[in-house]
C-alpha cells in the first residue's frame, strides 16, 4: 500500500529541522531511536481507554472510526520526537515517528501477535513471540516471518494524522 505524506505544520518542521543534530549523534555512535540501555525499547502500547477519550474542549487525541484513525498531534505527545513510536491495540497499528510518520499493521505475518512489539536501537521492530524482525518500512530483515508488515496510507493535514488502515 502507498504511503502519502503529508505537510508539515511550520513547528513540526522545524523540529525535524533540529532533529538534524541526531545525525551527529548517530556519527558519534549515539543511537536516537532508544531512550535507555536495554537493546529493545518496548513500543508503548495505547490501550482502549485512551482512545476516543476527549479531552474539556471536546478533543480526543486518538480516535477510532471505522477504519480510519486520527490522532491529533498537539494532543498526544508520544509521537513528538523523530524516533518515537506507539503502538494502537484497538486499530491494530504501530505508528513510528521516523523523521516523517509511517503506519504499519501490529498484527505480525509469522503467527499474528499483536502486542509484543519492541523497537531496537538499528531502527528494527521486534516481535517478541518469535524474534521476526522488521525495518520501518515493514520489510523482513529477520525470520521466521516470511512475509512483510502492511504499511497503511497516512496523510497529515496541520497537528492532524490520519491512518487509513485496510
Ligand atoms: Fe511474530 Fe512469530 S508471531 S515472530
Redesign the pocket.
Known amino acids: 500500500m502507498k504511503v502519502k505524506s503529508g505537510k508539515l505544520s511550520e513547528d513540526r518542521r522545524k523540529f525535524l529541522k533540529d532533529a538534524g543534530s541526531f545525525a551527529v549523534l548517530s556519527m558519534m555512535g549515539i543511537g536516537f531511536f532508544t531512550s535507555c540501555s536495554s537493546d529493545d525499547d518496548p513500543v508503548p502500547v495505547v490501550d482502549n481507554n485512551d482512545v476516543n477519550e476527549n479531552d474539556d474542549n471536546g478533543e480526543a487525541a486518538i480516535s477510532i472510526q471505522g477504519n480510519t484513525v486520527r490522532i491529533n498531534l498537539d494532543l498526544e505527545n508520544r509521537l513528538d520526537e523523530a524516533g518515537s513510536w506507539l503502538l494502537i491495540s484497538q486499530a491494530n497499528v504501530i505508528v513510528i515517528n521516523d523523521g516523517g510518520f509511517v503506519a504499519l499493521t501490529a498484527v505480525?505475518?509469522?503467527?499474528?501477535?499483536n502486542t509484543?512489539w519492541s523497537f531496537n536501537n538499528q531502527r528494527q521492530l521486534v516481535?517478541g513471540?518469535?524474534?521476526?524482525r522488521f525495518d520501518t518500512e515493514g520489510n523482513v530483515l529477520q525470520g521466521?516471518?516470511s512475509r512483510p508488515l502492511e504499511m497503511f496510507e497516512t496523510s497529515q493535514d496541520e497537528n492532524i494524522l490520519t491512518i487509513t488502515t485496510s
Open positions: 505480525c505475518t509469522h503467527a499474528g501477535c509484543s516481535c513471540c518469535h524474534g521476526s521466521p516471518a
